[in-house]
């Protein structure tokens, strides 16, 4: 290998800009980590972090993925589980509905959305199929890593999917289980830089941006082929209400009937694509006494109130009582497919998670309520709200404020859009953490905890539900593959619709056209039983807001 030239060129140093400026994108992803707290976590080695990049680009010699550790084994859903407790209790549960149509409960609380997991896992007899972008090493993930491990040593085969992005942070606990009898675990698109955090693997592995730039996104849970949770939880303590100092407002469906089959058929085709790699050759420590000692000291079981928002009792206890508390209703599912990764001589990949979710809001024909922590809306979804307008429909959007989100320069690319939206009648609303907090915790969750929205839904015309994975940002449209279902319940949609119009009412601001600044909105709420009006971003300061305007500068709308 040749040494390095002292001087780069320019052509050299354009790239290395380009890269970096990449590298702060993807250090903003959706995850459990806001950009802050990444930094801070960085902010020892940033100028090491710095030099590893230019090296990488510098030196002839990149990172790259080991080979596969043999072939790939073939494996899909299987078929012989109805006599399973889970599926008896599907049965009984749509007994008296029409075989053709599927079952659906909402996961709004944090505390039943995690006791629908574990008792999901701890009453499967068959299999597990599980597939998410982020499993923490905290307390949650680690609770539900040893949950599959118990599943397993009761005979459960159990196949774990997740996306590689910040799979290094669980490495250890990913190849403990991978090492049990029963289990596989497979990373999908993983980086070629397999040592380090997830900054130093992403500047070392930028060689390889155009791939690694797309995540699998999909957050899946399928039990004895008959159950399944999906939505917008990762695994993780803030996706739980058991995070400090922040957690997401999120929502998950518990499914079963038809639509089950189409999860089962969705995961087998990632779990057999060619963008995903066996855990063993990527992370090859790990063992059984390891990952035993790693799941000391969780204690018992999180505490779960005996009642929901909707008054429905927790999953677990309706399981043992053999029957639960769904409304049944025909359903579509919207799902990209793994090849939406693949980037070497391929076309553009179809998004047909968020292109069907945008078909079915072209649809409506009185009213579209939106719920997205990252609303990136560009031309053409500004189009899509102008037509909308134009029909005399009614668009209500609920979206994080800055002081609220985990992504500041995604939320400065939205806010290019705000005026303009609000000026076509778009009723804007923006989640903040200074509104509405609860005077008293929910089980497990500090009452001092600042809540950021994090659910992906939508209602449309009062009676059809979107729920998913999906954001309606770029991301999701062109990176990230997404999965997410649309039902039409009206039952479930005003559910979701009184839950959204809490938060909207006490924990949000809403956006007006500012009264002596054209071109510009204000922000108006309801504090100590009055109208207050701000004609700044409440809760940021000017210096954070001269940082972001800066930063957007240098960041292309379409990596956001």
């Given amino acids: 290998m040749s040494e390095p030239p002292l001087a780069p060129s320019v052509d050299v140093l354009v790239r290395l800009r380009e890269r970096l400026l990449a590298l702060l994108v993807l250090l903003h992803w959706r995850a459990r980590a806001p950009l802050a707290r990444e930094l801070h976590r960085l902010r020892p080695g940033v100028a090491s972090l710095l030099g590893h990049a230019l090296a990488a680009l510098l030196s002839t010699g990149c990172a790259s993925l080991p080979p596969p550790d043999g072939e790939r084994p073939r494996s899909t859903a299987l078929e012989a589980v109805g006599h399973t407790r889970l599926a008896q209790v599907a049965r009984a549960s749509a007994v008296d509905a029409d075989p053709a149509l599927s079952g659906f409960r909402l996961l709004a609380d944090g505390d039943q959305a995690l006791d629908a997991r574990i008792a999901l896992a ?27 491990r118990d599943a397993a040593a009761r005979g459960v085969r159990v196949r774990l999917l997740v996306d590689d992005l910040y799979a290094n942070d669980s490495r250890r606990l990913l190849a403990g289980l991978a090492a049990q009898a029963n289990v596989e675990v497979r990373l999908f698109n993983p980086l070629p830089q397999r040592d380090g955090g ?30 399944a949770v999906i939505g917008g ?60 000692h790693a799941l000391r000291g969780l204690g018992g079981d999180p505490p779960v109130a005996p009642l929901d928002r909707f008054g429905y009792r927790p999953v677990a206890d309706e399981l043992d009582a053999g029957r639960l508390t ?197 922000w108006v709420a309801r504090e100590a039983g009055r109208e207050v009006v701000h004609p700044r971003e409440p809760g940021v300061g000017w210096a954070q807001r001269l940082r972001l305007g800066v930063m957007s500068l240098f960041v292309a709308e379409e990596l956001l």
């Fill in 122 to 148: 701890r009453r499967a007899q068959v299999s597990l199929d599980i597939q998410y972008y982020l499993v923490a090493a905290d307390a949650t993930g680690r609770r539900f890593l040893r949950e599959l």
């Fill in 198 to 227: 997830v900054g130093t693997r992403v500047a070392l592995s930028m060689h390889e941006f155009e791939r690694i730039n797309r995540r699998m996104h999909n957050k899946l849970f399928i039990a004895d082929g008959s159950l």
């Fill in 233 to 292: 939880r990762n695994i993780a303590d803030d996706y739980f209400k058991r995070g400090e100092p922040s957690n997401f407002i999120d929502m998950d469906v518990l499914c079963s009937g038809p639509v089950v089959g189409g999860f089962e058929a969705l995961f087998d085709r990632f779990w057999n694509s060619e963008q995903v790699w066996p855990v063993q050759a990527l992370l090859p420590e790990g063992g059984a006494a390891a990952f035993a």
């Fill in 326 to 522: 769904q409304h049944f209703a025909p359903a579509r599912l919207f799902a990209d497919g793994p090849e939406k990764a693949a980037t070497e001589g391929r076309p553009a990949p179809e998004a047909f998670a968020l292109e069907g979710a945008l078909q079915a809001m072209r649809e409506a024909r009185s009213q579209v309520l939106v719920a997205t922590p990252y609303l990136v809306p560009g031309e053409r979804g500004l189009a899509l709200m102008r037509r909308a307008r134009a029909k005399g429909l009614r668009v209500i959007v609920m979206t994080n404020g800055l002081a609220a989100t985990d992504e500041p320069l995604v939320h400065w690319g939205y806010a290019r859009y705000r005026a303009e939206m609000v000026s076509l009648g778009v009723e804007l609303h923006e989640l903040s953490p200074a509104l509405g907090r609860p005077a008293a915790a929910a089980p497990g969750e500090s009452a001092s905890s600042m809540g950021r929205l994090h659910a992906k839904l939508a209602v449309i015309d009062g009676r059809r539900l979107l729920v998913g994975s999906m954001n309606m940002d770029r991301r999701s449209m062109r990176a990230n593959t997404e999965l997410g279902l649309l039902i039409d319940s009206p039952a479930l949609a005003v559910e979701v619709t009184q839950t959204l119009q809490r938060d909207r009412d006490v924990g949000s601001y809403r956006l007006r056209p500012a009264a002596h600044d054209a071109g510009s909105v204000e």
